[in-house]
T-cell receptor, first 117, second 113 residues
């Protein structure tokens, strides 16, 4: 099946700094990518939908100025956590799909663990 | 808004036995997709099985099968001949045609040798 990578796999940063997470579809073009946040032993919460060539669509309650999403190309979307604080510590997961796929096909990255000190 | 409910936070099964994980959902749409995902300790989300709402036939994938009851908005997962490698957190998910997904809170499955 298709492969989605995320980089870095884990990151530790100081409070107040910004952290960028990359999500890449390695063997297919992804016109749409999704960003999720997951706390330990909890569900995945959709943060935003990233569409190539247009602005990201954020879910209610997600600060767009805090979590900057940029769909740089058909294979890359980035999530930047700006001025990170300890409460932003979480596991961030991306997933990818293309317009050629039915909605039933979505591929997940391995996730990025963020710890803000 | 769509909601997905998994009423069993934890389940356990004896190796080689059968276990059923429950999932209910709420939606006003008629066309959608349902999924079961497995998340092992590595936290990589793995697709277990999918079901298109317009299909009446229940999906099966080897030892995994679903009982899809559209009118009741129920989507349970049956794992037959459970193996130690099946131990993981299982998420039920609903997806719109645009791929936007809503996940349940998950069920932690323990497989006893």
């Amino acid at each position: 099946g298709a492969v989605v990578s995320q980089h870095p796999s884990w990151v530790i940063c100081k409070s107040g700094t910004s952290v960028k997470i990359e999500c890449r579809s390695l063997d297919f073009q992804a016109t749409t990518m999704f960003w999720y946040r997951q706390f330990p032993k909890q569900s995945l919460m959709l943060m935003a939908t990233s569409n190539e060539g247009s602005k990201a669509t954020y879910e209610q309650g997600v600060e767009k100025d805090k979590f900057l999403i940029y769909h740089a190309s058909l294979t890359l979307s980035t999530l930047t956590v700006t001025s990170a604080h300890p409460e932003d510590s979480s596991f961030y997961i991306c997933s990818s799909r293309t317009s050629g796929m039915s909605a039933e096909t979505q591929y997940f990255g391995p996730g990025t663990r963020l710890l803000v000190l | 808004a769509q909601t997905v409910t998994q009423s069993q936070p934890e389940m356990s099964v004896q190796e080689a036995e059968t276990v059923t994980l429950s999932c209910t959902y709420d939606t006003s749409e008629s066309d959608y997709y349902l999924f079961w995902y497995k998340q092992p300790p590595s936290r990589q989300m793995i697709l277990v099985i999918r079901q298109e709402a317009y299909k009446q036939q229940n999906a099966t994938e080897n030892r995994f099968s679903v009982n899809f009851q559209k009118a009741a908005k129920s989507f349970s997962l049956k794992i037959s001949d459970s193996q130690l490698g099946d131990a993981a957190m299982y998420f039920c998910a609903y997806s719109t045609n645009a791929g936007k997904s809503t996940f349940g809170d998950g069920t932690t499955l323990t497989v006893k040798p």
